[in-house]
Structures are given as structure tokens and as C-alpha cells.
């Protein structure tokens, strides 16, 4: 059964940074396209970084520059390094699996998800 699990989540100051983590189990994460979402309160889910099979990346424009999104296919773990902060990231993190060559930030190429992490940029 393909299963994600994200963690890493947490409380950060603005200008601060975190690491989020996906595990992923019953599947060959290299093998998949992966995605990082995210949901503020109110607000849609909204697609914030992917990589594809072959390692190409995809950002949105609001987190380029501060987040670095990787692959470690021994450990079989998607991670998410978020930098310089801002409360507008204040959010739920997701990390999701999807068939194809290529990745996309839209939820319709992704099959599998995760049960999110809370990261909260606060003073």
C-alpha cells in the first residue's frame, strides 16, 4: 500500500527556517513525480514546489529562492528546506506522489497524499 508521511512541521519565527520530510512507503519514490502543497485557513490548496522523475524542479513564485525541494531515493524521502520565512506561509504542508515524466503544481496529477504537517510562522 503506498502510504506518505510528512513531518518537520513546527512553530518558526519570521526569517527562520524548517525542514520537512516525506517518507515515503510501499512504492519506489524515485519512480513518481513528487509534489510539496499546502493549505492556509480559508484558503485552497495551492501547489508550492514538485520534482519530476528525472529531477527537474518546478517552484511557485512565491517561494522561489527560499525553498529547496529534494529527493533521497536510498532513504526513499522527499524533502522540503524552507528559508526566510514569512507569515504567509503559514500553513498545512502536504507531500504527494504522481505518475508521469514531467511534474506539475496542480492536485489533479497526483494520486497520493499525505496527512499534512503544521508549519506556523509567527512572533
Known amino acids: 500500500q503506498l502510504q506518505l508521511a510528512e513531518s518537520g512541521g513546527g512553530l518558526v519565527q519570521p526569517g527562520g527556517s524548517l525542514r520537512l520530510s516525506c517518507a515515503a512507503s510501499?512504492?519506489?519514490?524515485?519512480?513518481?513525480?513528487m509534489g510539496w502543497f499546502r493549505q492556509a485557513p480559508g484558503k485552497e490548496r495551492e501547489g508550492v514546489s514538485c520534482?519530476?522523475?528525472?529531477?527537474?524542479?518546478l517552484y511557485a513564485d512565491s517561494v522561489k529562492g527560499r525553498f529547496t525541494i529534494s529527493r533521497d531515493n536510498a532513504k526513499n524521502t522527499l524533502t522540503l528546506q524552507m528559508n526566510s520565512l514569512k507569515p504567509e506561509d503559514t500553513a498545512v504542508y502536504y507531500c504527494?506522489?504522481?505518475?508521469?515524466?514531467?511534474?506539475?503544481?496542480?492536485?489533479?496529477?497526483?494520486?497520493?497524499w499525505g496527512q499534512g504537517t503544521q508549519v506556523t510562522v509567527s512572533s
Open positions: 510501499g512504492f519506489i519514490l524515485g519512480n513518481y513525480a
Open positions: 520534482i519530476s522523475r528525472s529531477g527537474r524542479t
Open positions: 504527494a506522489a504522481g505518475w508521469g515524466d514531467y511534474c506539475y503544481l496542480r492536485e489533479t496529477s497526483y494520486t497520493n
